[in-house]
């Protein structure tokens, strides 16, 4: 078929060539939003009395008719066409004639899947924040009722302090929220218009790009017509943000998995969130929670991707830069869906808050205190950590636990040890007393879900 630039030419493109060229299979992604940019434009265009009120509304019904007809499957986007503005304005030029010829006036492919992809990517952040939201949500939910439910806190994957799961949990609200902070960040970044900048040097149409861009719901135009056309500044950004999200997503997941094993058992993934083995009939695999860990790797590598593919283009559009579609689409794409599983993982997982408590017990997370008992006696910090250090070795020979021996055993140990030692390295003290901003007692937790609920409660990016 005859392209949109075929008058340069004076042969066919080889077929071979025309489909390594050829973007129409996935960037009919952006469907939608070429139909919305091209009706702004000659809106656009009629106010600034380069087309007539009657060419512009003859335009935008045969552009609305399209549009209907795709979305009710009566016209198929086909694959014959270069890409998806060239499917629109064929189809325009078929329905309405010669008028649908202008439609391109003042505008270059350029500029337009530029408006295409920014348009496309916007709507993106919005949707991954509402998840992130939702999300946010339940994870509230669950520190508000466990504030005084006990487990072992970690470091090097060994136990170390005693903490509750709603202190635990609040720590990944911190995560994505900053999440949500970065995705506002990049959207009020981006939230700029370069439809107008043409090729890249604007054009000599008395275009109104202020106007174009309200619009289109933009705060303004871009500032350069070259960068305009050659930014993927933004998408680098929302694919750097997805990383971190899905990164987010996966230290959680590592964390399920191993709270789901047989050894901790510290919680129960509900049926319709796991899977049984083919061969193996006992098995309750945490699927969801292996294939988002998994997944990770495969939005990172729409990033690298789209890195590599800029770090040495020159200004202004070059053809590499459609290699920024298929990688993007799909990793926006990921993240939605992983979102979406695991906030439903979340509120459906039921936890084993016995096999918490007993797992904090068994470790003892309250090792600390117990030196901290014996400074407030006066012993020094470093006679104190080699004092419990003996006592937990005592603990291990005989397969107990400090605050089950009896004061007879611990006074073997140190003279110091009083009666009191018992509520002093219980887990409900030694979580009780620690009243620090950010610290995981119940007075502080519950000062910090109050900041929490007026945050959720806050303007989000789909009211902007």
Known sequence: MAQLWGGRFTKET????????????????????????SIAHVTMLAKQGILTDTERDEI?????????????????????YEDIHSFVEANLIDRIGDVGKKLHTGRSRNDQVALDMRLYTRQQVVETDALLKDLLQVLLDVMENNLETYMPGFTHLQKAQPTTLAHHYGAYFEMFKRDRQRLSDIYDRMNYCPLGAGAFAGTTYPLDRDYTAKLLGFEGPTMNSMDSVADRDYLIEFLSALSMIMMHLSRFSEEIIIWNSNEYQFVEIDDAYSTGSSIMPQKKNPDIAELVRG????????????????????????????????????????????????????????????????????????????????VNKGVPFRD?????????????????????????????????????????????????????????????????????????????LQSK
């Open 384 to 460: 104190a950590h080699g004092i419990i250090g003996r006592l937990v070795l005592y603990c291990i020979d005989k397969e107990t636990s400090i605050d089950a021996l009896s004061l007879e055993e611990l006074q073997t140990i140190s003279d110091k040890f009083e009666s009191d030692i018992y509520d002093a390295v219980s887990l409900k003290t030694c979580v009780e007393k620690r009243l620090t901003v950010g610290a995981p007692g119940p007075e502080v937790m519950k000062a910090v879900i109050a900041v929490n609920k007026t945050y959720l409660a806050q303007e989000d």
């Open 295 to 374: 997944k990770t790797g495969r939005v990172y590598g729409a990033l690298m991707s789209l890195l590599t593919t800029m770090k040495g283009l020159p200004l202004a559009y070059n053809k590499d830069m459609q290699e920024d579609k298929e990688v993007a689409f799909d990793a926006m794409n990921t993240v939605k869906d992983c979102l979406m599983l695991f906030t439903g993982m979340v509120s459906t997982m039921k936890f084993r808050m016995d096999r918490m408590q007993k797992s904090a017990m068994n470790g003892f997370t309250n090792a600390t205190d117990a030196a901290d008992y014996l």
């Open 14 to 37: 080889d077929q071979m060539v025309y489909d390594f060229n050829a973007s129409i299979t996935f960037d009919k992604t952006l469907f939608h939003q070429d139909v919305e940019g």
């Open 60 to 80: 935008i019904k045969g552009l609305t008719g399209i549009r209907e007809d795709v979305d009710a499957g009566n016209l198929m986007i086909d694959t014959k």
